[in-house]
């Protein structure tokens, strides 16, 4: 069964300063993989995702993860964050056959003028 | 479009009640999810149907949460007898096909006193 760990339950910043979210996951299988991003008193909206092809997709906001498969991870990173980036970032995993959606337990992202 | 809809936003009862939340997904998408969402567990995946029909139930705690979904418009989520440990947040999501985008609704907040 496939499972997702986010080792980083809180990550502060300041602004302008580069980040990294990291996420692992596990599976026997081939999986897609996503982030999606949690701002306060609302639900999950999608942030990227990897279903095949390049292994490094980007976000309209700067987000970028890069997915690698012999190191299991798919890690989100941003160069130079901003104070409204302020959230929880979830990472999440499906197996290719499957619509079962796993998410990891959340990263809060806080962002320090 | 409306986007998920999910009642009431906040739910507050006392032990022993019965507890039903509801949902509505957005029109068109055939896969409809139940999470839970709480500082110690994070994001766990409760149900998921495909065309109305319950796929995969393993994350539903015990007999006392039950989920229907009657038809392509609606689901409920059930708690009977609720119990302080079940006071979380309850996001409903929904997608079209495989892999697509997830939408989740604004959850309900459920406290059981």
């Known amino acids: 069964a496939q499972s997702v760990t986010q080792l980083d339950s809180q990550v502060p910043v300041f602004e302008e300063a580069p980040v990294e979210l990291r996420c692992n996951y596990s599976?026997?299988?081939?999986?897609?993989l996503f982030w999606y991003v949690q701002y306060p008193n609302q639900g999950l909206q999608l942030l990227l995702k990897?279903?095949?092809?390049?292994?490094l997709v980007e976000s309209i906001n700067g987000f970028e993860a890069e997915f690698n498969k012999s190191q299991t991870s798919f890690h989100l990173r941003k160069p130079s964050v901003h104070i409204s980036d302020t959230a929880e970032y979830f990472c999440?995993?499906?197996?290719?056959?499957?619509?079962?959606?796993?998410f990891g337990t959340g990263t809060r992202l806080q962002v320090f003028p | 479009d409306a986007g998920v809809i999910q009642s009431p936003r906040h739910e507050v009862t006392e032990m022993g009640q019965e507890v039903t939340l509801r949902c509505k997904p957005i029109s068109g998408h055939n896969s409809l999810f139940w999470y839970r969402q709480t500082m110690m567990r994070g994001l766990e995946l409760l149900i998921y149907f495909n065309n109305n029909v319950p796929i995969d139930d393993s994350g539903m705690p015990e007999d006392r949460f039950s989920a229907k979904m009657p038809n392509a418009s609606f689901s409920t989520l059930k708690i009977q007898p609720s119990e302080p440990r079940d006071s979380a947040v309850y996001f409903c999501?929904?997608?079209?096909?495989?892999?697509?985008?997830?939408?989740f609704g604004s959850g309900t907040q459920l406290s059981v006193l």
């Open positions: 999501a929904s997608r079209r096909p495989l892999n697509e985008k997830l939408f």
């Open positions: 990897y279903l095949s092809g390049s292994t």
């Open positions: 999440a995993v499906s197996e290719g056959n499957t619509d079962k959606l796993i």
């Open positions: 599976s026997s299988v081939s999986v897609y």
